[in-house]
């Protein structure tokens, strides 16, 4: 039998993370940790409310799980088959498979890569920063004070009505430099966002590399309609989902960011960024407010991706395990436990 354990982790963050549907200070994530033979593994879940996850919820699940008898899967595939019959959230899933995953590649002497069968990225690994939605007044000064020149690519969140302010200041101050716009589905259809659109890639300076999800995943006419008008990949998020037809993801972007929390593990976001290369498009490797565990993480399949964004430790204030460093906007695998 394998002992399981689930430990909260309340994690204040270094600024206020805003983003279109919400805004906070502080996050929970949950800490999984399994043990047994000699071994053990941890992963890590960051509740996403998009999806009506909350730790509370989590927690209350994992409790179910292991009265169903979440101890007695000794494979992975008997893991698998017994989420499958006991589906949880999927951050919960995610947490629940790396942690036996990793568990499993230290049993057997391997790495975590050459265990899922994917190649090792060599280090350094390339990531973008986030700029969270602020007043276009308070730019300057957050950008200063974090030294956001530093990373290769900055992720701007906005909104539909601040937007083109806050993506203003931010080409004053950084002219030329490569910027992933997140909407975060901030705009209700084609036409709104058209005209949004015009005005900002009016804005002097300004250098998109992509842009992501900026319609809501239910407006699929729509993004069939935009795809090619845009001057800049558009990226898919919230629209791919377990049910996703990567046909018709194909039909609507131009890539896919991959979340291993909204994948729900390793195999169903191998699966995902799999299908998004045999269907023609690029690849983005994403993250939660998370820490350096659920980097970590990531970063075991990011050989896989084409873009990462992967600086959800980099928010969190103090935090708690080191597995990951970033110098320069480059990330290499830390050495604390």
Not at 100 to 116: C, I, K, M, N
Request: net charge negative; glycine share 8%; proline share 6%.
């Amino acid at each position: 039998m394998l002992t399981w354990t689930l430990t909260p982790l309340v994690l204040p963050l270094r600024f206020t993370w805003k983003i279109a549907r919400n805004a906070s200070t502080t996050k929970t994530n949950l800490l999984v940790a399994v043990a047994g033979g000699g071994f053990s593994g941890r992963g890590e879940a960051a509740p996403n409310i998009r999806y009506h996850e909350t730790p509370e919820g989590l927690q209350e699940q994992f409790a179910q799980l292991q009265a169903a008898g979440l101890g007695a899967c000794e494979t992975l595939a008997e893991l698998t088959d017994f989420l499958t019959r006991h589906p949880p959230a999927a951050a919960l899933r995610f947490a629940l498979e790396s942690a036996f995953v990793h568990r499993e590649a230290a049993r057997l002497g391997q790495t975590v890569p050459d265990y899922l069968g994917v190649s090792a990225r060599p280090h350094p690994v390339p990531t973008a920063a986030t700029l969270p939605i602020m007043e276009p007044g308070a730019v300057a000064a957050f950008v200063h004070e974090q030294d956001l020149s530093r990373f290769p690519l900055l992720k701007i969140k906005v909104n539909r009505e601040g937007g083109l302010d806050l993506l203003r200041e931010v080409t004053r101050l950084l002219p030329g430099h490569p910027l992933i716009i997140d909407g975060n589905e901030a705009w209700p259809d084609a036409d709104s966002l058209r005209q949004s659109w015009e005005q900002i890639q009016g804005l002097p300076g300004l250098r998109v590399r992509l842009l992501e999800q900026p319609l809501p995943a239910a407006c699929a006419a729509d993004y069939r309609a935009l795809k090619g008008q845009l001057g800049c990949p558009v990226f898919a998020d919230e629209s791919v989902t377990d049910e996703a037809d990567f046909a018709d993801i194909s039909r609507q972007f131009d890539g896919v960011n991959m979340k291993l929390m909204k994948a729900g593990g390793y195999r169903n976001g191998l699966r995902i960024l799999r299908q998004t290369r045999i269907h023609g498009l690029q690849t983005m490797l994403g993250c939660m407010v998370e820490t350096s565990l659920g980097i970590w993480s990531a970063l075991q399949i990011s050989a896989l991706a084409d873009v990462c964004d992967l600086d959800g430790f980099w928010v969190v204030r103090d935090e708690p395990f080191g597995l990951v460093r970033e110098q320069n906007g480059l990330l290499t695998e830390g050495t604390r436990n």
